[in-house]
């Protein structure tokens, strides 16, 4: 039986981790890895998560399973973050996932269980996840335009063109916030644009919210996912606290799904407890715990609070060293939309044939999208990327 098996397609950072460990040149740079280091190239346990650790070891006293769909209490803290008061509580049904990638793949299967002809549009490009576990799934699937190569900004009229195709029952995948792989963002202006057209078409918008207070602030990501699910009768949710509570390995998320009323929602609560018995059982509690904690104890939350700006503020402050050192080296603003991203990628805009000269001639690690994770620069590092990009002729 399992040599009927064909290998599958290598996972491309995964190979880029391997190749960056391999390369013994010490001016190496590591932007591939999708995870936020600091300046020591750490990725550290945030101290409120160390405190609230500490705090449940004392106080938890059984590791009996929890709820199919998590406890009612990260529910509810997530849901607040996520939504505030955006929409009315008795709409959503919420069930705890494994990650966001978790919270995604349930999403997915939540659709094809009720629509299995809906179309999933994605942006050109996203987190290759996402075509990924929709094809995985057999689901149909279209592209929207999205980025603009030579701007480096969002081809905002493509997407709308793109969009305004969508019929009713498809879903439109959008990215909260912090767009990954390209930095690249709406306003809130275009925002309002984009739930005219779900209006006008009855799409279905699912989006995708893993980098919630690594843009512009807490409230600020959060403010177009409470744009558009106050704004349509229906909206699917999935929400990662990998990045912002920095705890990847433990496999916290949450998938939210909002009805046009109240009366929908035991049903749809019951299909998402029944999706994670179908999938895993019970979903990690760990991270969900921890969170709770987090979310609901003002001292931990100012904590969290206050370093989660620090993260966020250095990312940015790292943006704009790299747009002035890539201004005095090129002589130009052609890459000051690197200052206008937000989240922890930028896409660079240039071809594979320059990601690997990169590479090859500097020791600098992109994917080959030349998607960049800005957390894996530094003081020291910004000129080394800035002078070789410009060396390169990007
Ligand atoms: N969505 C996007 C766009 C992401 O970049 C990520 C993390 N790489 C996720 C969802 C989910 O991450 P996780 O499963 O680790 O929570």
Not at 45 to 67: D, H, P
Not at 105 to 122: F, G, H, K, N, Y
Request: net charge negative; with cysteine; proline share 4%.
């Amino acid at each position: 039986m399992l040599s009927n098996l064909k290998l599958q397609p290598q996972d491309k950072i995964l190979q880029l981790i391997q190749m960056f460990r391999e390369d013994p040149r010490d001016t190496k740079i590591d932007l591939g890895v999708g995870v936020y280091k600091d300046a020591n190239g750490l990725t550290p346990v945030m101290r409120a998560i160390k405190s609230a650790e500490q705090q449940l070891w004392q106080s938890e006293t059984t590791k009996s399973y929890t709820g199919l769909a998590g406890e009612p209490a990260y529910q509810d803290a997530m849901i607040g973050l996520v939504l505030g008061a955006a929409v009315p509580r008795n709409r959503i049904a919420a069930a705890a996932s494994v990650g966001g990638t978790g919270a995604i793949r349930q999403a997915l299967e939540l659709v094809r269980m009720a629509s299995p002809d809906a179309t999933i549009w994605i942006s050109n490009p996203t987190w290759p996840n996402h075509p990924s576990i929709i094809k995985y799934l057999g689901m149909k699937m279209a592209e929207y335009r999205y980025f603009d190569a030579d701007s480096g900004a969002v081809d905002f009229d493509g997407m709308c063109e793109d969009l305004a195709q969508a019929k009713a029952g498809d879903v439109i995948l959008l990215h909260g916030c912090c767009h990954n792989p390209t930095g690249a963002n709406l306003n809130m202006t275009q925002w309002s644009e984009v739930v005219r057209i779900l209006q006008a078409t009855g799409a279905t918008p699912f989006i995708d919210i893993a980098y919630q207070g690594f843009g512009d602030g807490l409230e600020e990501d959060a403010a177009a996912t409470r744009l558009v699910a106050s704004s349509v009768p229906e909206c699917l949710i999935a929400a990662s606290c990998s990045k912002n509570f920095g705890i990847y390995r433990e496999r916290t998320g949450i998938l939210m799904a909002i009805g046009e009323t109240a009366a929908s929602q035991p049903v749809t609560q019951a299909n998402l407890a029944f999706l994670n018995r179908q999938n895993f059982s019970f979903p990690p509690d760990h991270g969900a715990r921890l969170v709770t904690m987090i979310l609901t104890d003002d001292t931990l939350r100012t904590e969290w609070q206050t370093e989660l700006e620090q993260v966020r503020l250095g990312m940015l402050s790292l943006r704009t060293q790299l747009a002035d050192a890539l201004r005095v080296a090129s002589g130009s603003d052609r890459f000051g939309f690197l200052a206008q991203h937000r989240g922890m990628f930028s896409r660079l805009g240039t071809t594979p044939e320059m990601v690997e000269k990169l590479r090859a001639e500097h020791g600098i690690y992109m994917v080959s999208d030349s998607r960049m994770n800005i957390a894996g620069l530094n003081a020291r590092t910004i000129p080394i990327l800035a002078k070789a990009i410009i060396d390169c002729g990007i």
